[in-house]
């Protein structure tokens, strides 16, 4: 059974930092093109940053220069680490996993995060 959990949201002032973990297990992490998305409240989800199985990173251009998406395969285990946070940073966060040779694209449950002014 694969699961994606997502940790480390949470409420933090603008201008501070957060990082945020997926922790995945069922899956052989470095098989997978991983990514964060994040869905503010009352708009749609949006792609944050992802991360290829080849360590090749690509991020939304709203977080450029802030966000750096990581990975750890031995820990079978995905990073986001975000600075210089703005309220319109506020969101769920959501981890997600996609292998595109197998078709398999999975999603975890998301994390809070908060940034107030």
């Known amino acids: 059974q694969v699961q994606l959990v997502e940790s480390g949201g949470g409420l933090v002032q603008s201008g501070g930092s957060l990082r945020v973990s997926c922790a995945a297990s069922?899956?052989?992490?470095?098989?997978?093109?991983m990514g964060w998305y994040r869905q503010p409240p009352g708009k749609q989800r949006e792609l944050v940053a992802v991360?290829?199985?080849?360590?090749?990173?690509n991020y939304a251009d709203s977080v450029k220069g802030r966000f750096t998406i990581s990975r750890d395969n031995a820990k079978n285990t995905v990073y986001l680490q975000m600075n210089s946070l703005k309220p319109e940073d506020t969101a769920v966060y959501y981890c997600?996993?996609?292998?595109?040779?197998?078709?398999?694209?999975?999603w975890g449950q998301g994390t809070q995060v908060t940034v107030s002014s």
């Open positions: 991360i290829t199985s080849g360590n090749s990173t």
């Open positions: 069922g899956i052989i992490l470095r098989l997978y093109s």
């Open positions: 997600n996993a996609h292998y595109s040779r197998i078709l398999q694209n999975y």
